[in-house]
């Protein structure tokens, strides 16, 4: 064989190789554009393989503000087992279809579907309204005021037959009046969480317990209540009905609210509210006197501000934690829980 005939060889097998790589690197980086009928539910069966990845991709977009729409004409970066929605500025025009034609989020029916959340750290605490303690803390095996992990307590139950070695209960601490936001009414009072105990003997009337984890100090008198334990990963579900309330307080006191932040809610199980609901945070739009007095009264659709998930439904009041925000959110804010 010639040289040259070798080079051209050589140059036809770089061209089959190239011609057969090109594919593959193409689909380790691609652009999609949303089309009617798309969700995110779909999006991640067929892009990454796991369809119960559509929680993360909205939480982590703030572009989307409402899990349930996504719209024809929107870009989504498909890059490392991952999806990014591409943001669309203002100046950019979306197709007609897209103001008239939303893409409603998961078929039915409906698999279950969990969002992984970052640690809460140490435990929410919770709102009581008309709950009753389980029993409280009245002494421990020394003089100490402050007790901590591994230290032994002695227990006041309310009843003693339904207490058994093992058992665990939460630990609380009465903080302060909760006032509703609208109502200026009472809505009840923050019950900060201690940590939690386990029962370690029961003798007649004699309640013995260890202290396990320690979030806050601990002194006697703490009160006891159903312990649930904390868990990263929250099983999503619809609501079943429409509940609209209001954000009553917050975990930290913080007068701007984001991310990752608790907060507490005026709805409950009592209304139908279930752990794993996802609710939106709005408010209404202001419109300006200029404007009012140039049209008219005008009603204009609520902002959205972000979204919750709620970790702990009791009777009248919930705790939920923030999984998306797009703008600081306040106590008074309007709470809508998703049933679509």
């Not at 069966?45 to 993360?56: A, E, G, L, S, V």
């Not at 007609?96 to 959340?117: C, D, L, T, V």
């Not at 007649?204 to 320690?214: L, N, Q, R």
């Amino acid at each position: 064989m010639t040289q040259t005939s070798m080079r051209r060889l050589a140059s036809l097998i770089l061209l089959l190789t190239l011609s057969t790589a090109l594919p593959v690197m193409a689909n380790e980086e691609q652009v999609y554009t949303i089309k009617k009928g798309d969700t995110l539910w779909g999006l991640s069966q067929r892009f990454i393989d796991d369809p119960y990845y559509w929680p993360n991709v909205w939480a982590d977009n703030p572009d989307i503000t409402n899990p349930h729409l996504i719209f024809p004409g929107q870009k989504i970066h498909i890059k490392d087992g991952r999806l990014v929605i591409i943001p669309a500025y203002p100046e950019a025009k979306q197709p007609a279809e897209a103001q008239q034609q939303p893409a409603a989020e998961e078929p039915q029916p409906e698999p279950e579907a969990e969002i992984k959340i970052k640690s809460i750290g140490s435990g929410v605490g919770f709102i009581l309204t008309d709950e009753q303690p389980l029993g409280s803390l009245v002494d421990s095996v020394d003089n100490r005021v402050l007790l901590t992990k591994n230290d032994q307590v002695f227990l006041k139950m309310k009843d003693n037959h339904k207490v058994t070695v093992g058992d665990t209960y939460g630990l609380f601490k009465r903080g302060k009046l909760v006032m509703h936001p609208k109502t200026k009414q009472p809505v009840g009072t923050m019950m900060d969480n201690l940590g939690y105990l386990q029962i370690t003997e029961v003798n007649g009337d004699s309640v013995t317990a260890k202290i396990g984890e320690v979030y806050r100090e601990i002194e006697r008198m703490a009160e006891l209540f159903e312990y649930v334990p904390p868990s990263k990963n929250i099983t999503l579900q619809r609501g079943k009905t429409d509940l609209t309330g209001y954000v009553v307080a917050s975990r930290e006191e913080k007068l701007a609210l984001g991310r990752h932040d608790i907060v507490f809610i005026d709805l409950g199980s009592d209304d139908g509210l279930l752990p794993g609901n996802l609710f939106h945070i709005s408010r209404p739009r202001t419109v300006t006197a200029e404007i009012v007095k140039q049209l008219g009264k005008i009603t204009l659709p609520d902002a959205v501000l972000g979204a919750a998930v709620v970790i702990k439904a009791n009777r009248k009041s919930a705790t939920a934690l923030v999984i998306k925000s797009v703008d600081a959110m306040f106590i008074g804010d309007q709470v809508t829980v998703v049933n679509n």
